[in-house]
């Protein structure tokens, strides 16, 4: 197997940010990150604020393959992860959120109000998960088997049969 991708998240929250809160996210999502060979290499925390999200994100992709977010990406007034997320995209990858939310679907009536969306800036993999624990771990493993490939081919030339079982009918 090859290295590991080195893996920042950013914990969007109010409250973690104003310390009123621990976040526990970046622990339940460390293991399963491993798992599947990303290396969890740096955690902060922002404020739901549009523009500390983007700045945050910038900062972290220009170091990271990976860059994972937690939180704000439902419908509150103050969910705003998906916006600064769009705003420093280079590509977007519909598939992402579009994936996770149905596979939440199946669990929950409450995933038609995420707003999750993933893609790339530059050759780094920008990917919103939800702020719960357990709702980060399960949208990460829904999409977890596509994400080195994406990496991969974003970042690589590759040649058409590199792209394998993804480019089949």
């Known amino acids: 197997m090859s290295s590991p991708w080195p893996t920042a998240l950013l914990v969007v929250s109010d409250r973690a940010a104003r310390g009123e809160r621990a976040d526990e996210t970046a622990e339940a999502l460390r293991p399963v990150l491993a798992e599947h060979g990303f290396d969890l290499v740096h955690v902060r925390v922002v404020p739901d604020e549009r523009e500390a999200i983007a700045v945050a994100l910038h900062a972290s ?17 103050r969910d705003v992860t998906p916006e600064a997320t769009r705003e420093v995209l280079d590509v977007e990858v519909p598939g992402l959120g579009e994936t996770m939310r149905a596979r939440s679907l199946e669990k929950t009536p409450h995933a038609l109000g995420s707003r999750a969306l993933g893609g790339f800036m530059g050759g780094s993999l920008v990917l919103n998960l939800p702020g719960r624990p357990s709702g980060a771990v399960e949208c990460f493993l829904f999409v977890a088997p596509a994400l080195s490939h994406l990496i991969r081919v974003r970042r690589g030339p590759v040649s058409d049969s590199s792209h394998g079982e993804a480019d089949r009918g």
């Open 61 to 77: 992709a220009r170091t990271h393959a990976v860059v994972l977010t937690t939180g704000g990406t439902g419908v509150a007034a």
